[in-house]
């Protein structure tokens, strides 16, 4: 436990931080699952959509250094690997 008035604003500014840090970290997490599923789903126009949304997440993520930035741009780098080859699978039927 703390013993002086800065360590215990410390404890209490580090848990307030922890918990938005983990909220950040699931939204990204489910913003990907959400990704993936419209993905199988197969609607370009929707897919389009929740990428930008990942995408968005990502960088505000890594610009509060909650991710590493470089996280962030190798997530976008796969899901934009995904975005690009959903589209083109669809036209060759």
Avoid: W
């Avoid at 215990?8 to 959400?34: D, G, M, P, V």
């Avoid at 968005?56 to 250094?65: E, N, V, W």
Wanted: hydrophobic share 40%; proline share 4%.
């Amino acid at each position: 436990m703390p013993h002086t008035k800065s360590a215990k604003k410390h404890q209490r500014q580090s848990e307030k931080r922890r918990l938005a840090n983990r909220a950040a970290k699931k939204a990204i997490k489910t913003q990907i699952k959400r990704f993936t599923a419209v993905a199988a789903e197969g609607n370009a126009e929707k897919l389009q959509a929740e990428y930008n949304l990942a995408a968005k997440k990502l960088d505000k993520a890594a610009a509060k250094r909650v991710i590493h930035p470089n996280m962030a741009a190798r997530k976008k780098s796969q899901l934009a690997r995904q975005l690009r080859a959903k589209p083109a699978a669809k036209p060759a039927k």
